[in-house]
């Protein structure tokens, strides 16, 4: 890698012709003297050599001036290859006036700059120089935080997931193995509840600290999702190794014993999956599902304890990771849609907004219900594909209705708490928005309690971007988490969805009716608007608009419906109701109550 201070420039420069390289080496000595550096030029006039050069870990170049035209590489060839030995190191591409087309696509391919070779003089070749050392410092920078978890620095999981492939790539070619070690902390959230997150936070950074100090170099450690954390060992002779590792893994953390206040041992539950000895067949995604297999049967023998995959582990494996197998090619070929629910006014029974529902007819056309595959999509990591996908179909539906003359609604849209902890998550969002061109006012995120209080920072982050680029933000199940007033209070909430549990009972005696009175009077103070769930009565429906709550959505009014069936009935009813009073929508199926 560049060590680039400023006064050393180290170059290598790639050009076969003789009279094209000495003028680059002029050119180059005269930059470096009007920028006040010392320089050292190493020249060759072929791929192969270049490809030695940067492989040889005695050379650290600060930049590669690289011909396009090469004897044994043409066009961009010689680019990929260069990339592909040294990433890390910036490239100037320099061309012949005639294939700048060339030249703009190996920006395209990595190249950091080009430069004319008829043009080759000091000032333009420094600026050059120097512009490409940045930029290629700040892409470094970019990966460096794409891969990294930002609270422990320890590798993210998709990092980790990469080089547990690299890993097995690298065992099959050396024939000795590596293993995936995943451990957790055990009684974590105990400490959490106890300290408060601050201080689990500060355990996941000792933790990481330590393990950084005490594992091999050549680990990969990751923290892979709240206390999950994984070890890659590598250059193993069989399993052997791996429980080394897992030992100074345990004994390491027990090791972080004071903490705050008062004396804790923390101690974790290890699981391992090694390659290939013992998981022969696996590929990176299967180890580490292996592994946390295994982790999981180390908590339910003996908290601390280390265990092995198994082959006995491997039915209860094999369905899962075939769900998710399924569910990966499902969300390729369309297979996942969306549902969706009318939101009417309490008052008029008017539709004010629709609340969208996953659902998933898998190739066999079996149905599979939301509260099956979304846990199984957070665990694979395969939510936030699902999500994009159906945000951007809901866009899609949206603006068929606007171009059907269809009175413009707001489509809330359900937001798992993996999603809303992500860095990246209101880019994600506001991107696919933006692509499909609706007004961003009419997309609403729900989202519950707890999700909110997981990760309250990141969280407010997001929300608060998402809040200013105009989606709404609606507290989804409400009643049902812990969060406290003053957590809310900072939050830019539009919405609170008063949860089904309290509307199912209000037309019986001793319903939740003093609680919903309650959230009311809540709402009003923090200037939210409610929405109750759940209405299957004409009664409960009376009765929650006669507390005050803005809004309803229940099977009452309508199930939940498929985007044709939502337009078909819209479009008849705007039509046969025209100049009446609010009108009832009635479906084939199910008694539609929703007035348009
Ligand atoms: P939720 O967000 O609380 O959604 C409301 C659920 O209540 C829906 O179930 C809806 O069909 C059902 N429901 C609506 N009215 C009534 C009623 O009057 N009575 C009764 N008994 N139920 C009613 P569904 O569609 O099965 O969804 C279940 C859960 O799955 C949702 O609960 C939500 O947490 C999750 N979910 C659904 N779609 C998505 C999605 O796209 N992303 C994420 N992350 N989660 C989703
Ligand atoms: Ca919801
Ligand atoms: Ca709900």
Redesign the pocket.
């Known amino acids: 890698m560049s060590s680039f201070d400023g006064t050393q420039l180290d170059i290598l420069l790639v050009e076969d012709n003789p009279g094209d390289r000495r003028l680059a080496e002029i050119a180059l000595r005269e930059a470096a003297t009007e920028g006040d550096m010392r320089i050292d030029i190493q020249s060759v006039g072929t791929l192969a050599d270049c490809i030695a050069r940067l492989a040889d870990s005695a050379n650290r170049f600060d930049a590669v001036l690289l011909d396009l035209g090469l004897p044994d590489a043409t066009g961009l060839d010689g680019l990929r290859a260069a990339r592909a030995t040294l990433p890390e190191v910036p490239i100037i591409v320099l061309t012949g006036n005639s294939d700048i087309t060339t030249a703009t696509e190996a920006l395209n391919f990595g190249a950091c700059d080009y430069l004319d070779k008829a043009e080759v003089q000091s000032r333009p070749l420094l600026r050059a120089i120097r512009y490409a050392i940045e930029r290629k410092k700040s892409e470094i920078a970019l990966i460096h935080l794409a891969r990294t978890d930002p609270l422990t620095g320890l590798l993210n999981r998709r990092a980790f997931f990469e080089e547990v492939e690299r890993a097995r790539r690298n065992a099959r070619r050396t024939g000795l193995d590596c293993a995936v070690i995943m451990f957790d902390v055990d009684r974590f959230k105990e400490v959490n509840d106890l300290y408060g997150h601050k201080a689990g936070d500060t355990l996941l950074i000792a933790i990481a600290d330590s393990l950084r100090a005490q594992l091999r170099d050549t680990d990969s450690i990751a923290r892979v999702g709240g206390d999950e954390f994984a070890v890659l060992a590598t250059h193993l002779n069989g399993a052997d190794g791996a429980i080394d590792a897992a030992e100074k893994i345990s004994t390491t953390v027990r090791a972080i014993t004071t903490f705050g206040r008062t004396n804790l041992e923390a101690t974790v539950s290890i699981g391992i999956a090694v390659f290939p000895t013992v998981d022969t067949d696996a590929d990176a995604d299967m180890l580490l599902t292996h592994a946390d297999v295994a982790m999981y049967k180390s908590k339910a023998t003996k908290r601390g304890s280390i265990s092995f995959y198994d082959n006995d582990m491997d039915a209860r494996v094999k369905v899962q990771h075939e769900l998710k197998r399924r569910m990966s090619g499902d969300i390729a070929a369309d297979r996942f849609f969306?549902?969706y629910?009318p939101i009417v006014d309490a008052k008029t029974h008017e539709l004010i907004g629709v609340?969208?529902?996953?659902r998933w007819r898998d190739a066999d056309g079996q149905f599979i219900?939301?509260?099956d595959f979304?846990p199984l999509a957070e665990e694979s990591g395969l939510?936030s594909q699902?999500?994009t996908q159906?945000l951007a179909q809901a866009c899609a539906n949206i603006l068929r209705w606007q171009n059907a003359g269809l009175p413009a609604v707001g489509v809330s849209?359900?937001?798992?708490p993996i999603?809303c902890r992500s860095p990246t998550f209101a880019l994600r969002l506001i991107a696919v928005i933006e692509k499909s061109g609706i007004s961003p006012e009419l997309i609403n995120i729900?989202l519950?309690e707890s999700s909110i209080i997981q990760d309250i920072e990141m969280t407010k982050r997001n929300l608060d971007f998402l809040k200013t680029y105009g989606v709404g933000i609606h507290v989804?199940?409400f009643g049902t988490g812990y969060s406290s007033l003053s957590i809310l209070k900072d939050l830019p909430l539009d919405v609170l969805k008063i949860d089904?549990s309290f509307v199912n009972d209000l037309d019986k005696e001793g319903g939740a009716e003093p609680i919903v009175q309650a959230v009311v009077e809540l709402a009003r103070k923090l200037n939210l608007k409610i929405v109750a769930?759940?209405?299957?009565t004409e009664e409960q429906a009376a009765i929650l608009a006669s507390i005050g709550v803005d809004h309803l959505?229940?099977?009452?009014f309508s199930?939940?419906v498929d985007a044709e069936q939502l337009t078909t009935l819209w479009t008849r009813k705007l039509s046969d109701a025209a100049g009446e009073s609010p009108q009832l929508i009635q479906s084939p199926s199910v008694e539609q109550k929703v007035a348009v």
């Not at 769930?533 to 299957?536: I, M, N, R």
């Open positions: 969306l549902h629910q609340e969208a529902l996953a219900p939301p509260v979304i939510i699902l999500s159906l849209l359900n937001i798992s999603e729900e519950t989804d199940d089904r769930e759940g209405v299957e959505q229940g099977y009452y199930r939940p």
